[in-house]
């Protein structure tokens, strides 16, 4: 692919025109543009972008409460891709005991059904990510010394949180997207757990309060639950979060 386009940047004498085609690159990806790179060119992340690491946690890895099928295969790349970044924040689903997003704190309801709540229709889960529990810890081969955040979510019982930035309400706010434009940053990168919940409502809520959001796909596992996955992605393209692989991080 490179050599193609080597090929193809001699052949047309394209000098300046390559020169042209990469500052627009540049600049397009500063402003957080919605357009995937063109072929050949890598990202690399710079001092306004921001790794967000979800819920690589005990509980969504094979063996815990809430599984995600292969959800510890993508532990070695996100962590070869927080080591590209210079600012990492990671979130963790932190559930109180009988919280309401659990299938034991509704009678007669079994994981996976859904149940309508005040704030709308609300997915039941397997009882997952308790608060101090070791399902709710990050995943011990998680090696990322230069994160600089982690934010706890989904620690009000009477709501959930798949989120980083908002609660299932829509409205109430986990202090991040506050935090995230206090420092500066302007395009948020995803990696993590599960690509159809907590990474979709993060991407979605990222593109909300106006930060660029690309999903790095093969650093993510689903959950795929009636349709979820399909679902999420339709969604996240509607406004314009970008689906990359890590092979487009120059990491
Ligand atoms: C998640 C379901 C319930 C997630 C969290 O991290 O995607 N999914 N809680
Ligand atoms: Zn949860």
């Known amino acids: ?18 020169a042209t085609a990469a500052a627009g690159v540049t600049r397009a990806h500063a402003q957080g543009a919605q357009q995937a790179s063109p072929k050949g060119t890598k990202i690399k992340p710079g001092p306004r972008d921001v790794l967000l690491v979800v819920d690589v946690q005990n509980d969504f890895i094979p063996g815990g409460a809430l599984a995600v099928k292969e959800g510890d295969a993508i532990v070695p790349l996100v962590n070869q891709l927080a080591a590209g970044f210079e600012h990492v924040i990671l979130t963790q689903d932190w559930h109180t005991p009988g919280h309401i997003s659990f299938a034991s704190s509704h009678p007669g309801k079994k994981p996976f059904e859904t149940t309508q709540l005040a704030y709308g229709t609300q997915v039941l889960w397997p009882d997952h990510c308790v608060q101090g529990t070791p399902g709710a810890d990050l995943h011990k081969d998680l090696k990322i010394p230069h994160g600089e955040l982690i934010i706890r979510k989904g620690y009000r019982k009477q709501m959930d949180s798949y989120s980083a930035f ?23 990168y995803l990696v993590g757990l599960a690509t159809d919940f907590c990474v979709c409502w993060s991407a979605l809520d990222a593109r909300k309060v106006g930060l660029g959001a690309s999903v790095i796909e093969d650093a993510c596992r689903g959950i795929d639950t009636n349709g979820s996955l399909g679902k999420a992605w339709e969604q996240m393209t509607k406004v314009g979060v970008k689906r990359i692989r890590s092979t487009d991080i120059a990491v």
């Not at 692919?1 to 390559?18: C, I, N, P």
């Not at 908002?166 to 948020?188: I, M, N, P």
């Open 166 to 188: 908002f609660e299932a309400d829509g409205k109430t706010t986990t202090g991040l997207s506050g935090y995230v434009k206090d420092r500066g940053f302007r395009q948020v």
């Open 1 to 18: 692919m490179v050599t193609d386009r080597r090929e193809f940047l001699k052949s047309t004498m394209a000098g300046a025109l390559a």
